[in-house]
């Protein structure tokens, strides 16, 4: 079962990537803080495309060598990413046009492992794999996201008298990670060379992806998970401009190291803590005795709306008392993340399609096409907004529009909620 770990792997590395990563390069890379924001959000907007990649693939065989096609992809695209940054002729344009290929390949990948992974494991077996898999992608997001920015940051200190020195250090971090990418899709092809040896292949029945063919459906839930996810939307990019910005315009000035540290490692980790605690809660509704009945509901439901609004309002007590050492940080980062996660559950209580994958790790719960399209917008606007404001009053907004979640989950809560079984 290699080519399982290797799959969803590769997916979280190119996820982190993309979604986190890229924020960062845009910002060492000299662009102001609303092009950057409005640059990588467009990179997580990509994600709108995964239903019109959504096709009928006839045998195990052929998903397999769309994978490790797609695979091959983003290794190449990184590789040329990273090779453009070291010789640093025009990064930008072609950091940019590399880091979309990426995101695209990304999607059509993640749209490919969800149906092998449905045909190819019986409903049994992926109970059995989901939690190894879970944290097999969560393991490989926070290598991503933690460690390259923790090796960026060291190379920079390295290499601090050379002119090229934040190049050099992107090119390598991205070329190494170009390489680990080429292992994953090399074990890749080697399973699709021996598919014929599975023992477990189901039948060539094709799947449906219910949730990325969801149609005129996805209209409706992206301007659902638009006003519920909205505190959560305006921090995603903003966070890590607070952390990453100087103290004279009010954020931490933190190095490289300690953001990757305490965001891509520590806070990734509290992250997935809180997406699987509420996916656990909303999976076992009506199964345990304490979960059962509609007050029950209620109540889960008002404990995640409460939680948006409770990452923005750590980072506004992080500009009134900024953390004075790492250990500090990494703490008040993971209680954020910590709630970060947990209350993106809230949009899967009050529209299951959203969630209905068996494996809803970081990337996959954030590539759904509805929440992308409602997370990218907001994200896309909060450089600007940040810069028009700053971080403290920014912040202020953006806990005080959990109340917008507050009246939209409770409006949607009794519209939907008795028309839906929550499984």
């Known amino acids: 079962m290699l080519w399982l770990y290797a799959t969803f792997a590769a997916e979280s590395i190119a996820s982190a990537t993309t979604m986190f990563v890229a924020l960062l390069l845009f910002l060492q890379l000299g662009l102001a803080w609303p092009a950057a924001t409005l640059l990588a959000a467009s990179l997580l907007g990509v994600r709108i495309v995964k239903p019109l990649m959504a096709r009928q ?52 990948h993640e749209t490919l492992s969800q149906v092998l992974y449905a045909r190819c494991l019986s409903p049994s077996r992926q109970r059995y794999w989901r939690m190894a898999v879970y944290v097999c992608s969560m393991g490989a997001m926070v290598a991503t996201y933690g460690l390259t920015l923790l090796g960026v940051g060291s190379l ?14 992107w090119g390598t971090a991205m070329l190494i990670v170009a390489s680990l990418m080429a292992l994953l899709a090399l074990g890749s092809t080697a399973s699709w060379l021996r598919t014929n040896t599975w023992p477990d292949v189901c039948s060539n029945q094709t799947l449906k992806v219910s949730s990325q063919r969801a149609g005129s459906r996805t209209v409706s839930a992206s301007v659902l ?150 997370v990218a917008m907001p994200a896309a606007l909060s450089g600007w907004a940040v810069q028009l404001l700053g971080f403290r009053h920014f912040f202020v907004a953006d806990t005080l529009s959990a109340l917008v979640t507050c009246v939209a989950a409770w409006t949607a809560w009794r519209a939907y909620t008795p028309k839906i079984q929550i499984q």
């Open 57 to 108: 693939h006839p045998s195990p065989c052929a998903l397999c060598a769309c994978l490790a096609m797609a695979e091959w992809g983003m290794a190449l695209a990184m590789a040329a990413l990273g090779v453009a940054l070291v010789r640093g002729r025009g990064c930008m344009p072609v950091a940019a046009a590399m880091l979309m290929a990426v995101s695209l390949l990304c999607s059509w």
């Open 156 to 169: 920079q200190v390295l290499h601090h008298q050379s002119a090229h020195a934040v190049t050099d250090a």
């Open 225 to 374: 998970s638009l006003l519920l996810l909205l505190p959560q939307s305006l921090l995603f990019f903003s966070r890590v401009l607070f952390l990453w910005a100087p103290v004279a315009q009010g954020g931490l000035g933190c190095p490289l190291p300690w953001i990757g540290m305490a965001q891509g490692t520590i806070g990734v980790v509290a992250f997935a803590a809180g997406l699987y605690a509420g996916q656990w809660q909303t999976s076992h509704l009506g199964r345990r005795r304490w979960l059962s009945g509609r007050r029950a509901e209620r109540r889960i439901l008002m404990a995640m709306v409460a939680a948006t609004a409770v990452s923005p309002a750590v980072y506004l007590v992080m500009t009134c008392h900024p953390p004075a050492s790492l250990v500090l940080l990494c703490c008040a980062t993971s209680v954020a993340q910590l709630s970060f996660g947990y209350s993106l559950n809230v949009v899967s209580m009050l529209w299951p399609g959203l969630s209905d994958a068996p494996l809803m790790s970081a990337s996959r719960c954030l590539g759904r096409p509805a929440i992308a399209a409602a």
